[in-house]
C-alpha cells in the first residue's frame, strides 16, 4: 500500500500496489480503492470494495454500501435495504449514517 501510495505521489501508477493490498483486505487499501473507483464512476466495483469493508467490521463501508442502494449507482436500487444498511452503520458510530437517518 505505502509502495503503491509512493508511486503515486512520484507521478507513477500504484494503484495496482494498492489495489493488490486491498484484495488481501488491507483496510486503508481498500478505503483508498473505494474513493479511486467512485471517482473515475466504476460504481460497481467501488461497491465491490464497500462490502469488503463492511465484511471487515469497517462502518464507513457499511454507509457506503447504503449510499449505492439508495442511488442505485453499482447495485439495483433498494432503499430499504439502504436505510437497514444506514442504521447497521449508525449503530456502529458514523456520523454521516447518523445525520442521513435523521433526514430520512
Same mark, same amino acid.
Given at each position: 500500500?505505502?509502495?503503491?501510495?509512493?508511486?503515486? &505521489?512520484?507521478?507513477? /501508477?500504484?494503484?495496482?500496489?494498492?489495489?493488490?493490498?486491498? $484484495?488481501? #483486505?488491507?483496510? $486503508? +487499501? =481498500?478505503? #483508498? =480503492?473505494? @474513493?479511486? &473507483? *467512485?471517482?473515475? *464512476?466504476? #460504481?460497481? $466495483?467501488?461497491?465491490?470494495?464497500?462490502?469488503?469493508? +463492511? =465484511?471487515?467490521?469497517?462502518? &464507513?463501508?457499511?454507509?457506503? =454500501?447504503?449510499?449505492?442502494?439508495? +442511488?442505485? !449507482?453499482?447495485?439495483?436500487?433498494?432503499? +430499504?435495504?439502504?436505510? @437497514?444498511? #444506514?442504521? /447497521?452503520?449508525?449503530?456502529?458510530?458514523? !456520523?454521516?449514517?447518523? /445525520?442521513?437517518? !435523521?433526514?430520512?
Amino acid at each position: 500500500y505505502q509502495y503503491g501510495l509512493l508511486l503515486i &505521489e512520484e507521478g507513477g /501508477d500504484g494503484i495496482r500496489f494498492i489495489k493488490g493490498a486491498a $484484495e488481501q #483486505y488491507h483496510i $486503508e +487499501s =481498500m478505503l #483508498y =480503492m473505494l @474513493d479511486y &473507483e *467512485e471517482s473515475i *464512476e466504476n #460504481y460497481v $466495483e467501488a461497491f465491490r470494495f464497500a462490502k469488503r469493508l +463492511s =465484511m471487515t467490521g469497517h462502518h &464507513e463501508g457499511t454507509k457506503r =454500501m447504503a449510499d449505492y442502494f439508495w +442511488s442505485g !449507482k453499482g447495485v439495483r436500487r433498494d432503499k +430499504s435495504t439502504a436505510k @437497514d444498511l #444506514y442504521r /447497521d452503520a449508525a449503530n456502529a458510530g458514523n !456520523k454521516e449514517a447518523i /445525520d442521513i437517518l !435523521k433526514r430520512l
